[in-house]
């Protein structure tokens, strides 16, 4: 079975602080997605990357996939209170349609 | 607005009862998933479906069966609950892959 693995698991951090989360498998992947879910709600997407060294940037969050398509980072710049929720990784299988989801982290932004 | 419904979101139920989720698209996407999400493990797929009356399983299907008579409208069956059944059941859609995954709210399940 595939596993996609996140660091760190949880994370509290002050308002204005800088963060990193990483999703890590030893699969390749043809496309790795990012969702952000909130207490109550289903995950909503943030952004798909598909190519290997890939970096995209939606305001201050910043998406990159690896060169060899086996992991991604999420780097947010000055954490708010509203990047406050669970963030998770799935990775696609190219000729699948399975989505392999990570773990999670679960991220806090104190004001 | 594209939108994904679930039936309950909450239920509870007593060990042996037959349980039905329902989930409903209105974006006329080919693909619906079921998976559950418990703390710590993710979301792992249980059932998805790629076309009516298509079916096939994910990860977990044990304990599980899925039911898929019109596009819009796919179905989780727990035949007989199980107190391993606890969690959080999210259905979701796609037109094609890898495109986005719109998710439902989520109906949160105890078997008691």
């Known amino acids: 079975t595939q596993l996609l693995e996140q660091s760190p698991q949880f994370l509290s951090i002050q308002e204005g602080e800088n963060l990193t989360v990483y999703c890590n498998s030893s699969?390749?992947?043809?496309?790795l997605q990012w969702y952000r879910q909130e207490p109550g709600e289903g995950p909503v997407l943030l952004v798909t990357v598909v190519t290997g060294g890939e970096v995209k940037k939606l305001k201050r969050l910043t998406f990159q996939f690896g060169d060899a398509r086996k992991d991604s980072s999420l780097h947010i710049t000055a954490a708010q209170p509203g990047d406050t929720g669970l963030y998770l990784c799935a990775g696609l299988t190219s000729g699948t349609y399975k989505y392999i989801f990570g773990t999670g982290t679960r991220l806090k932004v104190l004001a | 607005d594209v939108k994904v419904t679930q039936s309950s979101r909450y239920l509870v139920k007593r060990t042996g009862e037959k349980v039905f989720l329902e989930c409903v698209q209105d974006?006329?996407?080919?693909?619906m998933f079921w998976y559950r999400q418990d703390p710590g493990l993710g979301l792992r797929l249980i059932y998805f479906s790629y076309d009516v009356k298509m079916k096939e399983k994910g990860d977990i299907p044990e304990g599980y069966s899925v039911s898929r008579e019109k596009k819009e409208r796919f179905s989780l069956i727990l035949e007989s609950a199980s107190t391993n059944q606890t969690s959080m059941y999210l259905c979701?859609?796609?037109?094609?892959?890898?495109?986005?995954?719109?998710f439902g709210p989520g109906t949160r399940l105890l078997v008691l």
């Open positions: 979701a859609s796609t037109q094609t892959s890898p495109e986005t995954q719109y």
């Open positions: 974006m006329d996407h080919e693909n």
């Open positions: 699969s390749v992947f043809s496309s």
